[in-house]
């Protein structure tokens, strides 16, 4: 008898393992809180090419893609360094985006998901709705997971606000974001299509990060629309347990820097699909863990130790990075930060900078 399985959350992740799932046998339901997939917008819709170019049993379709990024200005100050890289990402319509991913599934709309129940057949999960018996109950409703809670009673998740305004105003240069960073986080302006930009911030208070950027950097223009939403960072303790998992940001499978987890969440469903499929569930939390855990521990580490500096330790970074542009420009990966930092440190030419740096992150650690 086919496992009967139940995905909380119609998002990215979400739908991708239950598209897999399905080419697996399987006939998952998915129910969503919301009355369509893609609405609200909570993410900025930049996403890295390679995701579009990966073998997999459910390709990405292109067809969401407005717009192609072939690098970045980033600013420090009154100061700015360029790094090219050709088709490095892609902006996309997430609503768009969303919904390829969703076509051909079982989603019940409009329900609210409350809680979940063990009998011995396996869970019974409530909704506003309705009761739906489940074996494997898998959590991808997002940064604000109520089955994260569930499974995972330490409190080491941190979240943050973030904020997003669509602008019709006229960018820079149309396939180059800009990065703008700031003592304790970053703003950015990403190109959308015509005249049109996403500017936004995730900080601990976005309204007001948003708000003086926007006055110093006059920038103007008819506010199309705005956004918000969380973001959850860290290393879950327990990302399956008791028939339980989670995948996407339900799991924190995001980068800590950047706070990008569509790659991330999309690798890990595959993951967590070919586990449902092979019948050893419990692997999935040691598996997507043995490739992703280290990129989202050097980049938890890294933004502990950047939340720490001061102006001037902030800029010896920025300088420090614009140093690096051709190796940036060479071997930098859109979805793998840490192991371009572990690159430029490793680098003998770099050990004298890399020494006097080391000094003032010891400091800000200790």
Known sequence: MSKRIVIVGAGPAGCYTAQL?????FKPVLIEEHPEVGRPVHCTGIIG???????????????SIINVINGAFIHYGKENFSISRKKVAYIVDRENFDKNLSRDLDILFDNKFLGLERNERGYIVQTDKEEINADIVIGAEGANS??????????????????????????????????????????????????FVRIGTISENPHRDLSVFLKERKIEGELIGKFGGLASIGICEHTVKDDIALVGDAACQIKPLSYGGVYFGLKCAAILASCIKDGRLDDYDRLWKRNFASEIKIGLKAKDVYSKLKKEEVRDIFNFLKGQKKIIEVTGDFENHGQLLLQIIRRPANLPQIAGILKVLLKNVI
Do not use: C
């Open 146 to 195: 109520s089955l994260r809670k569930i499974i995972n009673p330490d409190k080491s998740v941190r979240s943050y606000r973030g904020l997003q305004l669509k602008m019709k105003t006229k960018p820079r240069r149309r396939d180059f974001v800009e990065v703008f960073l700031k003592e304790n986080s970053f703003l950015w302006i990403v190109p959308e299509k015509d005249d």
């Open 21 to 25: 799932l399905k080419i697996y046998g």
């Open 49 to 63: 090419s390679r995701i579009f170019s990966e073998n997999a049993p459910f390709p990405i379709p292109k067809t």
